[in-house]
């Protein structure tokens, strides 16, 4: 079976979404290490609620991104992880990590790529009036928020629809796209 890190920064649901879909059978994965930049992260309570091992990698300001990553390379290697899977991880990956794991690092945006990169995309689609916010999921290159597409969703905002009520069906996509292309990965993961 495939093993997959997944790294959050802070509620971690498509963490969760990630585990249920695993115990369920829709995901053929073992969820090997839950990793947080943020001691506080409430997704890490989840994770050892659910039975996962986890870790806090805090950042350190006045450390290189690299110095920084350390401890996540570490874990990672360890346990031989196939894929890494960023679920909520707001923190921007050196080149040096993104080349050791290049086109295994899976991330979740909500938005439809390349529209509205960032940390407050749901917040940009929106204020800028558009039409429709989304959901992309796709392999992790050096840019931000930018790779390889793997599955899209458009997300219609409608009259009536405040931030709150458009963050949720976004998160409500995102549960469901996350784990059903993370299963297309590993099925062409031979
Ligand atoms: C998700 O909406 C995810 O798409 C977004 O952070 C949220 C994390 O929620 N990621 C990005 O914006 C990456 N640029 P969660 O912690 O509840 O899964």
New binding site residues.
């Given amino acids: 079976m495939k093993k997959i890190a997944i790294l ?1 920064s ?6 969760t979404a990630l585990l249920n879909a695993s115990k369920r059978g829709e995901l053929d994965a073992d969820v090997a290490i839950v990793i947080s930049d943020k001691p506080g992260a409430p ?1 890490l309570v989840n994770a050892r609620r659910m039975g996962c091992e986890t870790l806090v990698a805090p950042y350190a300001s006045g450390l290189s991104r690299e110095e920084n990553e350390r401890a996540i390379v570490e874990a990672i290697v360890e346990r031989d992880v196939d894929w890494i899977v960023l ?2 991880f ?1 923190r921007i990956l050196s080149s040096s990590f993104v080349s050791k794991f290049r086109g295994r690092i899976v ?4 938005s439809m790529l390349p529209a509205f990169p ?2 407050r ?1 749901i917040k940009d689609a929106f204020e800028a009036g558009a039409d429709y916010a989304g959901v992309t999921i796709h392999i992790v290159d050096e840019f931000v ?1 930018h790779g390889p597409i793997i599955a899209q969703e458009e997300v219609a905002i409608l009259p009536g629809d405040t931030e709150e009520t458009l963050e949720s069906r ?2 409500a996509v ?1 549960h469901r796209l996350y784990p059903k292309a993370l299963q297309e990965l590993i099925n062409e993961d031979i």
């Fill in positions: 959050i802070g509620n971690g649901t498509n963490m997704g679920a909520g707001m991330n979740v945006h909500p960032g940390a995309a928020d976004v998160h995102e």
